[in-house]
């Protein structure tokens, strides 16, 4: 007879398997397979059923167990079906002598079944299969087994309804999102992506100090073929036309189609000029060959105008731009070759790279600075802590990103100092609000990223400035992303484990972006999950909108983890993460990142009472 604890086993391992990424599969193998360790039964098989369809036997405990319903598939007949119709489990105690399934119970006894017991996966009112237990000796289960099974059978549908759910939700957002950044004829990416990569290169060329090279496309006289031959034909010259630039893409960059016959190529990392002058000749040969299509065939060239940016310089539609005037040039010398835009200048600005000079400079200089952003309890708006973001302003170039900047300073090996310089004036500041406001024992969560963790003594130094600036480790956060698990994750483990030990709390920032899988929650030793941005920024987005964040939260949850969610912009999203059970959200709903003489302001604004966000526009109009 099954042991509660057999069975609440059971069930916890089912929650577990909820930290994985939620294989369908891998829940049902699991659910067979244990089931014979806990109850009293030799064999275990489910099939799932769809109305309309042949039911599907998916898992089995062992070769017997698989041969049982494979031969109620087969026939058509037998306990599975019976039970997914009635929703009500069927015992067959004695399948030798059995008068209901007269055509499955002759042949699996031959096959060496005594008894089989069967229970449906209920859902609500309907049902997704059924959970099949087999015996190789005749005889009735206890009560108590029975309702044992039928509870692992109710919950092992539960999840499974989750996993389906998921997995449409991955393939419907999937799709959503390649419609919405390609275009429908050529599959290439459409003008929307190309300004997303665009952004994305401008970022990584102020990292990497290198050159990036657009070249724009023109097909020469490409409305004549409209004309002539119709609009299919183009259709299909385009297509083709697509395919073969498509071939020349170079794994990294981006080939767009920006609009009838204009294609985009975007090259970064660019080392040498000369590279992206064969390329634009590469393209004008491509079209050398003639283009058969439907059976006519046809000739075509293209006109290519290619323009760089160096690392200093600008890259943004301007870019695009350039190249567009530059192509035009080469379409006004008669079409079919390539003309650059501004080939010397590049050469010049070659030299350039100065940027990490500079942050060596801003640590010493005044530069730097930390803002804070509000984090609130999403229930109701408390203003729970903040979060310290770091903030460059550069002499001549103004503010710089803080991502950038990290970068840099990974690269430099700054991090290590300026990390420890941004913990130790968060700390300072949360110092001064308490002095002043001793009502607001404001939480403090402060970024470490990865190169920092893994810096030696790393512990040290935030014991250091704990000890310093006199701050409760358990009033600190700190926030990490997966990354930090790629390069030596048991280094970074006992990294981690140290702070634990401190007092401190960790959470997993920017979830759902990184590497990892869910499986990461359930490995790590963190207190608090910050689900990215972007996913909050899906809720308003049609019905799944929701459906990750609130699964994210289930699990972490389960897993005792609490939830902030970030980058909260509207009312609505700010109801929605409340609804679905986050603890805490951020974002500019609440409050942008301010200078910590703004939060002094806002506390001084609610002497001694909590303090709600968004506070109304009396609190803020005192605040000032
Ligand atoms: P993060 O830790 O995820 O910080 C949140 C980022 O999202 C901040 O950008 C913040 O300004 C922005 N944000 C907050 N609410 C909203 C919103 O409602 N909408 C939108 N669109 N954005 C919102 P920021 O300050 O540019 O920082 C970017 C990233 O740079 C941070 O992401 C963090 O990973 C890193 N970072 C910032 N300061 C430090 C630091 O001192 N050390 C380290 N290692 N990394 C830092
Ligand atoms: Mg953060
Ligand atoms: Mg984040």
Redesign the pocket.
């Known amino acids: 007879m099954v042991h509660d604890g057999e069975l609440s086993s059971v069930l916890r391992e089912f929650a577990r398997t909820l930290a994985t990424d939620f294989p369908i599969q891998g829940i049902l193998d699991h659910l067979v397979e244990r089931i014979v360790d806990v109850l009293p039964v030799t064999g275990a098989g489910v099939t799932l059923i769809t109305a309309g369809r042949a039911p599907r036997y998916v898992a089995a405990s062992d070769e017997a167990a698989l041969r049982f319903e494979r031969l109620q598939s087969e026939i058509g007949q037998g306990p599975c079906l019976t039970a997914y119709e009635s929703g009500e489990a069927v015992a067959v105690p004695d399948v030798a002598a059995d008068l209901l399934f007269p055509r499955f119970s002759s042949a699996a006894v031959l096959a060496g079944l005594a008894a089989v017991f069967t229970f449906p996966l209920r859902h609500g009112a309907g049902r997704l299969g059924a959970l099949d237990l087999y015996r190789d000796t005749p005889g009735p289960l206890e009560a108590r087994d029975m309702s044992a099974a039928q509870t692992l059978a109710d919950v092992a549908a539960a999840y499974l309804l989750n996993a389906q759910a998921r997995e449409e939700a991955r393939a419907s957002a999937g799709r959503f999102r390649h419609s919405a950044l390609h275009d429908p004829l050529t599959g290439l990416a459409n003008r929307r992506l190309l300004t997303q990569r665009l952004d994305h290169a401008a970022h990584r060329a102020l990292v990497s100090g290198s050159n990036t090279a657009i070249l724009f496309v023109d097909l020469d006289r490409f409305q004549q073929v409209n004309d002539t031959h119709g609009h299919q034909i183009g259709d299909e010259l385009l297509l083709a036309v697509a395919h073969r630039l498509a071939s020349l893409v170079r794994p990294g960059d981006t080939l767009a189609r920006v609009s009838g016959d204009e294609f985009v190529f975007l090259c970064e990392d660019v080392h040498r000029p000369g590279d992206i002058e064969v390329l634009a000749r590469r393209i004008n040969e491509s079209f050398a060959t003639r283009f058969v299509l439907l059976g006519t065939e046809l000739t075509m060239t293209a006109s290519v105008g290619v323009a760089f940016a160096g690392p200093e310089e600008d890259i943004s539609h301007q870019l695009v731009v350039k190249a567009d005037m530059a192509m035009n040039q080469a379409k006004r010398r008669g079409g079919a070759g390539h003309q650059i835009s501004n080939l010397r200048e590049v050469r010049q600005a070659h030299a350039a790279g100065s940027l990490e000079t500079d942050l060596r400079g801003a640590l010493d200089g005044n530069q730097l600075d930390v803002s804070y ?1 509000p984090i609130v309890r999403s229930r109701d708006g408390l203003l729970t802590g903040v ?4 903030r460059w302003h550069h002499p001549e170039r103004g503010p710089v ?3 950038s900047m ?1 970068e840099l300073a990974e690269q430099s090996g700054l991090i290590a100092e300026i ?1 420890a310089w ?1 913990l130790e004036r968060g700390c300072h500041d949360r110092g001064q609000w308490l002095a002043a406001h001793s009502g607001a024992p404001l939480d403090l969560a ?4 990865a190169r ?1 963790l893994m810096s030696r003594g790393f512990s040290v130094t935030v014991a250091g400035v704990l000890a310093r600036t006199g701050m409760d480790p358990n009033a600190l956060i700190l ?1 990490m992303t997966e990354n930090i698990f790629i390069e030596d994750s048991e280094r970074a483990m006992s990294v981690l484990i140290d702070l634990r030990e401190m007092g401190i709390r960790l959470a997993l ?2 979830f759902g972006t990184g590497y990892s899988s869910l499986s990461y929650l359930r490995r790590l030793p963190i207190n608090i999950v910050k689900i990215d ?1 972007s996913f909050i920024a899906d809720i308003d987005q049609g019905p799944t909108g929701g459906a990750i964040v609130a699964a994210v939260t289930d699990l972490a949850h389960v897993l005792g983890l609490a939830v902030t969610a ?4 509207t009312q609505r999203q700010s109801d929605e993460v409340g609804a679905i059970g986050c603890e805490f959200a ?4 609440y409050g942008r ?1 301010v200078a910590a003489a703004a939060i002094a302001a806002q506390l001084r604004a609610t002497p001694g009472g909590p303090l709600y966000l968004p506070a109304t526009h009396d609190a803020l109009a005192a605040a000032r």
Not at 387 to 390: I, P
Not at 566 to 569: C, F, T
Not at 586 to 589: C, T
């Open positions: 952003q979060e310290a973001l770091l990103a803080a991502v990290v990390g941004v402060v970024n470490v990223s920092q926030e920032d920017d941005q970030e980058g909260v912009e951020q974002g500019f709903f990142p």
